[in-house]
């Protein structure tokens, strides 16, 4: 359990890096659809051409074979898990700071017993209950984002979060129901790629590809600035590879859903990570007596949260 947790907040460091970077992106006037799009591009091509240099390339092979084969699949659980939710996630960046968001995006700790749930999955109920400080934390910092935001910025900087918040959940569950599960609708994928954590964020990427493309075609935005590419690309590096790797390869490991929800939770640490990254890069301020209450709760039901898994489990 512990190297689980471990892995998960290593993970959470390096994803931070979205919420200060997609911040500094929207104000420097990036159009977020570049935001997003330009990530899983980078990631794609990052990916596949690490596994060719590496003398991998039976795994890219292999991936795309895996996709060709259950392509409909793939398509809904990677436009799901990285598509919907990291479009909903750089749209709030226009509206709030990035510490903002990284607390409301917590919300993840209370979405992804429900969507256990959903699955089919038993969910611990001393661990639900201690998610109950993390949501008071969110509520604290929204409270603080609304005074000091009209109403429509805070609408759009919290809500399409917390919808990010259940479609990231949705589509870890469906990977690893697909290798794990065993449930009807959901296709049962024996298939060896499945263990490699490169491979599965791989074949994820390429499920949402589909999505990118639409999305792209249907708003048109403005050509990307020079910074914005840069920028995209860092978070790509970051938070898509490093980021997205440890953190699958950690829920690979969960054999339990007393663990998978565990690893969940360790995401609480973005908060920190992210409000450090906005103060010294960005030169942003502390958050108030509310924020910073919201903040500590947070982080305590995190703790809570893992400690009672821990005996659980």
Not at 161 to 184: C, D, K, M, S
Not at 249 to 269: C, I, N
């Amino acid at each position: 359990m512990a190297r689980l947790i471990i892995i998960g907040v290593l993970s959470a460091f390096f994803f931070s890096s979205t919420f200060v970077l997609n911040r500094a992106m929207s104000l420097q006037g990036g159009n977020w659809v570049w935001t997003a799009s330009l990530r899983y591009a980078y990631m794609l091509a990052m990916l596949s051409a690490w596994l060719v240099i590496a003398g991998k390339s039976h795994i890219l092979k292999a991936v795309l074979a895996a996709y060709c084969r259950n392509w409909c699949f793939w398509t809904i659980a990677g436009s799901t898990g990285f598509g919907a939710f990291y479009t909903l996630l750089t749209f709030s960046a226009a509206f709030a700071p990035g510490w903002v968001v990284a607390t409301t995006w917590q919300s993840t700790i209370l979405a992804a017993p429900i969507v256990l749930l959903l699955f089919g999955k038993k969910v611990p109920v001393k661990g639900i209950l201690f998610t109950a400080l993390i949501f008071l934390g969110i509520v604290l910092v929204t409270y603080e984002q609304a005074t000091s935001a009209s109403a429509k910025e805070m609408m759009l900087g919290i809500l399409p979060v917390i919808a990010a918040a259940f479609a990231y959940p949705i589509g870890n569950q469906l990977l690893w129901e697909a290798r794990h599960g065993n449930t009807r609708l959901i296709p049962r994928i024996n298939d060896p790629v499945l263990d490699n954590s490169i491979g599965r964020v791989l074949i994820m990427v390429l499920g949402s590809i589909p999505f990118w493309i639409g999305l792209v075609l249907a708003l048109h935005p403005s050509a990307p600035s020079t910074g914005q590419l840069v920028n995209t690309a860092v978070v790509a590096v970051f938070s898509g590879v490093i980021a997205t790797t440890l953190f699958f390869h950690a829920r690979h490991m969960a054999k339990t859903p007393f663990e998978l929800s565990a690893v969940d939770a360790t995401q609480s640490t973005e908060v920190i990570f992210s409000l450090l990254g906005e103060i010294v890069f960005l030169h942003g301020s502390f958050p108030g007596i509310a924020g910073s209450l919201g903040i500590a709760l947070s982080v305590i039901g995190l703790v809570l949260y893992v400690r009672s898994q821990a005996a659980d489990a």
